[in-house]
T-cell receptor
Framework: DTGVSQNPRHKITKRGQNVTFRCDPI?????LYWYRQTLGQGPEFLTY????????KSRLLSDRFSAERPKGSFSTLEIQRTEQGDSAMYLC????????????FGPGTRLTVL | GDSVTQMEGPVTLSEEAFLTINCTYT??????LFWYVQYPGEGLQLLLK?????DKGSNKGFEATYRKETTSFHLEKGSVQVSDSAVYFC????????????FGKGTMLLVSP
């Protein structure tokens, strides 16, 4: 396994700008998760994909957030009109069909909104 | 809703000391329980897990026992090393759901030589 990769690793943007993050899960993992982690807190679930279908979204995922997994492989998370409160680490995880409860996490994308 | 409560850190120990990090949970169903570790500058790594009551998860000298009667999953290690310094997260997932994880706030462990 090459592991879950995320790009970019760091993003600094100005309030009001749009940003997009990418996650490449472990090959053949059909489940993909996005979490958000703020300083001093544990990760909080944002959304979940099984293959290309987005099956669950947290109430944390406001209408400024959108996620896609168009071909059931990589996923993108877009935040429109960023706010300072969006500053956080955005984590992606994937898990295989045979062991859905074992999630492998990427290194995260750290977003700073100025 | 489902939640996980961990003891607050930092926990500061000398090398070879005994470690306990407390974790309790609240869940509406029958959860699986996990400990994840986050080393400085790295991503979350699964440390150990237990899927049903009385199961013991173990890895790298760490262990935790799923106690349904006390809704707890305390992490223990008999002799810590400096390299164990990290943030430890307790988490649960409901077996009836999509396996989304609910995490505690994390406990930082600092081990000095």
């Amino acid at each position: 396994d090459t592991g879950v990769s995320q790009n970019p690793r760091h993003k600094i943007t100005k309030r009001g700008q749009n940003v997009t993050f990418r996650c490449d899960p472990i090959s053949e993992h059909n489940r993909l998760y996005w979490y958000r982690q703020t300083l001093g807190q544990g990760p909080e679930f944002l959304t979940y994909f099984q293959n290309e279908a987005q099956l669950e979204k947290s109430r944390l995922l406001s209408d400024r957030f959108s996620a896609e997994r168009p071909k059931g492989s990589f996923s993108t998370l877009e935040i429109q009109r960023t706010e300072q409160g969006d500053s956080a680490m955005y984590l992606c995880a994937s898990s295989p069909k045979t062991r859905p409860d074992t999630q492998y996490f990427g290194p995260g994308t750290r977003l700073t909104v100025l | 809703g489902d939640s996980v409560t961990q003891m607050e850190g930092p926990v500061t120990l000398s090398e070879e000391a005994f470690l306990t990090i407390n974790c309790t949970y609240t869940a509406t169903g029958y959860p699986s329980l996990f400990w994840y570790v986050q080393y400085p500058g790295e991503g979350l790594q699964l440390l150990l897990k237990a899927t049903k009551a009385d199961d013991k998860g173990s890895n790298k000298g760490f262990e935790a026992t799923y106690r349904k009667e006390t809704t707890s999953f305390h992490l223990e290690k008999g002799s810590v090393q400096v390299s164990d310094s990290a943030v430890y997260f307790c988490a649960l997932t409901l077996n009836s759901g999509y396996s989304t994880l609910t995490f505690g706030k994390g406990t930082m462990l600092l081990v000095s030589p």
